[in-house]
């Protein structure tokens, strides 16, 4: 099985789960997975270049999905747009729409780039708290959605949901510096990102796709 996982922060509890659930097992050898930005995951499902994988919640309708997301519950402090020319960010698929649901012209910024932007004291409005003024949901970014091996994927997601995460130390900086942040920024960001896609979490996707 080949599974797609976003490259952003947000997911780094999942792939510290998935880590450390194939360790030590034949599993590894038939679960493989490869990161890169929601938009070419996206693709990569579309083609069933991947099985499965957390894509963008705006293309999540044409697949089969799990119970799983990436989710946020007022501010997600990695999604903004910014003041000036309105730009899309080529990365990211729901973020773009998500602006224009809300009415909102600037620069969508997305990711981690948007994280270091906004721990350096930069300045936008967070897209996830203009949609919870707007509505008082939550808003999902992605979903963990797939083509095939259906039943593994929703037996990993539950067992994920009711897993408490422990990202060891070493990983922790390791991460962050690769991102020029701290680890106490990256441990604080992680308290802001939900991934059980609960009735709150399904009724506001469900009022975005209407949208």
């Known amino acids: 099985m080949l599974f797609g ?7 780094l509890p999942f792939q510290v789960f ?3 659930r194939l360790k030590g097992s034949g599993a590894q050898m038939r679960l493989r997975y490869k990161r890169a930005v929601p938009s070419r995951i996206n693709h990569a499902l579309r083609r069933r270049a991947i099985d499965a994988g957390f894509i963008s919640s705006i293309t ?3 697949y089969r999905c799990s119970d799983l997301g990436i989710i946020a519950h007022q501010k997600v402090y990695s999604v903004f747009v910014l003041k000036g020319e309105s730009q899309e ?3 990211s698929a ?3 729409h998500l602006a224009k649901v809300l009415g909102l012209e600037g620069r969508v910024l997305i990711g981690d780039e948007a994280l270091k932007y906004y721990l350096d004291g930069g300045e936008g409005i967070d897209l996830a708290q203009a949609w919870y003024e707007k509505t008082g949901l939550p808003f999902v970014f992605a979903r963990l959605c797939y083509n095939r091996h259906g039943k593994s994927i929703n037996k990993l ?12 130390q070493y990983l922790l900086k390791q991460e962050a510096h690769k991102r020029d942040i701290t ?28 949208a």
């Open 157 to 168: 997601a539950r067992t994920f949901a009711t897993s408490r995460i422990k990202i060891p």
């Open 89 to 91: 960010d080529p990365a």
């Open 183 to 210: 680890p106490q920024a990256l441990t604080w960001y992680l308290t802001h990102i939900h991934y059980t896609m609960e009735w709150r979490a399904k009724r506001s996707l469900k009022q975005f796709l209407t």
């Open 5 to 11: 996982s976003i490259s952003y922060l947000n997911l």
């Open 18 to 20: 998935l880590k450390r």
């Open 94 to 96: 729901t973020s773009n």
């Open 60 to 62: 999540s309708p044409r």
